[in-house]
């Protein structure tokens, strides 16, 4: 299984921008970021296989996903930062079924890292 190791996190006031990065430890072909606030389920962010990108519901158009696949590194780039957006957010690898932003088709997960956004 493949080992996943995110970092970027952090504290920035609401307009502000972040980027988060995910060291995979080989080759995965779709990668993807979730979060999760207190009390919530864990939410998909955004997916990118092989180049293509994909996003939920909540960054639209404020957070970019890419993938370094020759470094095995994924990025999100987060602009526009609210108070909302105030998470443990969490790189997933080894997708099972194509639901790239369902929780329950990866297979590999990072151990989270914090972005808080004040407002």
């Known amino acids: 299984q493949v080992q996943l190791v995110e970092s970027g996190g952090g504290s920035v006031q609401a307009g502000g921008s972040l980027r988060l990065a995910c060291q995979a430890s080989?080759?995965?072909?779709?990668m993807s970021w979730f979060r999760q606030a207190p009390g919530n389920e864990r939410e998909g962010v955004a997916a990118i296989c092989s180049g293509s990108p994909y996003y939920g519901a909540s960054p639209k158009g404020r957070f970019t996903i890419s993938q370094d696949s020759a470094k095995n590194i994924m990025y999100l780039q987060m602009n526009r930062l609210k108070p909302e957006d105030t998470a443990i957010y969490y790189c997933?690898?080894?997708?099972?079924?194509?639901?790239?932003?369902?929780?329950?088709?990866?297979?590999?997960w990072g151990q989270g890292t914090q972005v808080t956004v004040s407002s």
């Open positions: 080989g080759y995965t072909r779709c």
């Open positions: 997933a690898a080894e997708n099972t079924d194509g639901s790239l932003l369902s929780p329950k088709t990866w297979n590999a």
